[in-house]
T-cell receptor, first 111, second 114 residues
Framework: DQQVKQNSPSLSVQEGRISILNCDYTNSMFDYFLWYKKYPAEGPTFLISISSIKDKNEDGRFTVFLNKSAKHLSLHIVPSQPGDSAVYFCAATSGTYKYIFGTGTRLKVLA | DARVTQTPRHKVTEMGQEVTMRCQPILGHNTVFWYRQTMMQGLELLAYFRNRAPLDDSGMPKDRFSAEMPDATLATLKIQPSEPRDSAVYFC????????????FGDGTRLSIL
């Protein structure tokens, strides 16, 4: 049973436009959410996170939004750049430091 | 920049052989995780350790997989005997839960079982 779901396996966006990556979760006990970015042949690298007490967190071009009632979070990248092309994983945890990851969304930013 | 180091980066072997993957966590990190990446499941947690003690290995097939931390600088994941369905990328991650810092990942071991 997938507790964290990324329903879009892939997404293509024009350079300069907004990329929106989505993630849904089922466990209402999750209280901390993270996004990781992964390039081919490398390990995932941390991108941005959000606590369940917030609904938005921003870091430069990256913003994560959390909608607890809908059990949904999204990652916005504005403006998108070709170097953002990677696989993005969302993860959730319930305070145990044990992350549950989604299956990933492959983002392709077209120049 | 401190990094999690995994060896080997690639491993190709025949079915039935023993496979050992190694991980050197970041110095000072007291929690180590093993994940497996597959197309269908994404990043699955196999096992994790805190202060070298296993906390959860429920994600691991117990009959053939084993994970250990012989010391604070080395974590190992063994598969014996290996099967073709074990082919995947295996990642190690480390962290320090009390610092509010996220887990840091190594670059993985790509395992192919023929």
């Amino acid at each position: 049973d997938q507790q964290v779901k990324q329903n879009s396996p892939s997404l293509s966006v024009q350079e300069g436009r907004i990329s929106i990556l989505n993630c849904d979760y089922t466990n209402s006990m999750f209280d901390y959410f993270l996004w990781y970015k992964k390039y081919p042949a490398e390990g995932p690298t941390f991108l941005i996170s959000i606590s369940s007490i917030k609904d938005k967190n921003e870091d430069g071009r990256f913003t994560v939004f959390l909608n607890k009632s809908a059990k949904h979070l999204s990652l916005h990248i504005v403006p998108s750049q070709p170097g953002d092309s990677a696989v993005y994983f969302c993860a959730a945890t319930s305070g145990t430091y044990k992350y549950i990851f989604g299956t990933g969304t492959r983002l392709k930013v077209l120049a | 920049d401190a990094r999690v180091t995994q060896t080997p980066r690639h491993k190709v072997t025949e079915m039935g052989q023993e496979v050992t993957m190694r991980c050197q966590p970041i110095l000072g990190h007291n929690t180590v995780f093993w994940y497996r990446q597959t197309m269908m499941q994404g990043l699955e947690l196999l096992a994790y350790f805190r202060n070298r003690a296993p906390l959860d290995d429920s994600g691991m097939p117990k009959d053939r997989f084993s994970a250990e931390m012989p010391d604070a600088t080395l974590a190992t994941l063994k598969i014996q005997p290996s099967e073709p369905r074990d082919s995947a990328v295996y990642f190690c991650a480390s962290g320090f839960p009390y610092s509010n810092q996220p887990q840091h990942f190594g670059d993985g071991t790509r395992l192919s079982i023929l």
